[in-house]
């Protein structure tokens, strides 16, 4: 580059400055207690001749060792700097704050099917009905036969089999526990996890009621919601009867290929449901 340069009339001692085109570096100014490192223009920069090729160019002198010996310190403070922080708290990245056990009871809201999770509270079938109609019953209808397109919350029994199957509660649902944990992280629709404990239990007790699951003068608590057989519990696949097919990794003395052979498949086990299409239509081999 600066030989061409050259050729246009660009002396070699100002090749490198006017390549660069950067400001003096004032690396004095922090040696003197000045508290920054910067760049400054030259005062009078010079007009190079280019011996009338119609090409002007500018140059700003520039010392090589100071702009090198400044570089050389601004990285060291930066590793330094660096350095001395990670090494206070080694693994920590400086976000967040440990979490309080009333952060922590805010998450922690499941409740499982046996009921363990279920917090204090109760409520009865009149009492839900009347969170219903007030907070539910726009989406899900007065007597839970859904409304628009929102979904059914009670029938469709024996219907699962048919062609248009219904799930509801009624129809579908396998525990009571677990209906009342849904209402309580995402019911109502417009503002979930807003509801009290007995208003949940409340309306856990008269959705079960519009099934006929538990009768009028049903009381739902963290002990006898667990209690509440669901219809369709029993129709549930508990235990995966699929064989564990799980194996060790093998890098020598592994098993012949040859010698492996299937000894069952899923295959007529009614493990996966029928769809309309060319897999129907295979037969097993």
Not at 110 to 117: A, L, N, S, T, Y
Not at 163 to 173: A, D, F, N
Not at 232 to 238: A, I, L, Q, S
Request: hydrophobic share 35%; net charge neutral; charged share 20%.
């Amino acid at each position: 580059m600066c030989n061409s340069l050259e050729r246009l009339g660009v002396h070699r001692p100002y090749c490198f400055s006017s390549l660069v085109r950067v400001g003096r570096v004032d690396a004095r100014n922090a040696h003197r207690g000045g508290g920054s490192i910067g760049l400054r223009p030259h005062p009078d920069p010079q007009p190079l001749s280019t011996k009338g090729r119609g090409v002007r160019a500018y140059s700003f002198p520039t010392s090589f060792s100071d702009l090198l010996v400044t570089t050389l310190f601004a990285i060291a403070m930066f590793t330094l700097g660096a350095s001395t922080a990670f090494a206070a708290e080694p693994g920590h990245y400086g976000y967040g704050t440990p979490a309080t056990p009333q952060q922590i009871a805010g998450w922690d809201i499941d409740v499982r099917p046996d009921g363990q999770g279920l917090p204090p509270g109760s409520g009865t079938v009149k009492r839900g009905g009347d969170v219903f109609a007030e907070q539910c019953a726009a989406c899900h209808g007065t007597f839970g036969e859904g409304a628009g397109r929102f979904p059914k919350l009670a029938g469709g029994e024996g219907t699962l089999t048919s062609e248009r199957p219904e799930p509801t509660v009624g129809s579908y649902w396998p525990f009571a526990t677990t209906l009342w944990d849904y209402i309580n992280r995402a019911m109502p629709f417009y503002a979930p996890h807003t509801l009290s404990s007995n208003d949940v239990y409340a309306l856990t007790a008269y959705v079960l009621n519009l099934s006929n699951i538990v009768d009028n003068n049903f009381i739902a608590d963290r002990t006898s919601l667990p209690k509440v057989k669901m219809p369709n519990h029993d129709h549930f696949v508990w235990q995966d009867p699929r064989p564990d097919t799980s194996g060790k990794e093998c890098m020598k003395g592994c098993v012949d290929p040859a010698k492996v052979k299937i000894a069952s498949t899923a295959e007529g086990k009614n493990l996966t449901p029928r769809t309309t299409g060319p897999l129907d239509e295979m037969q097993p081999k």
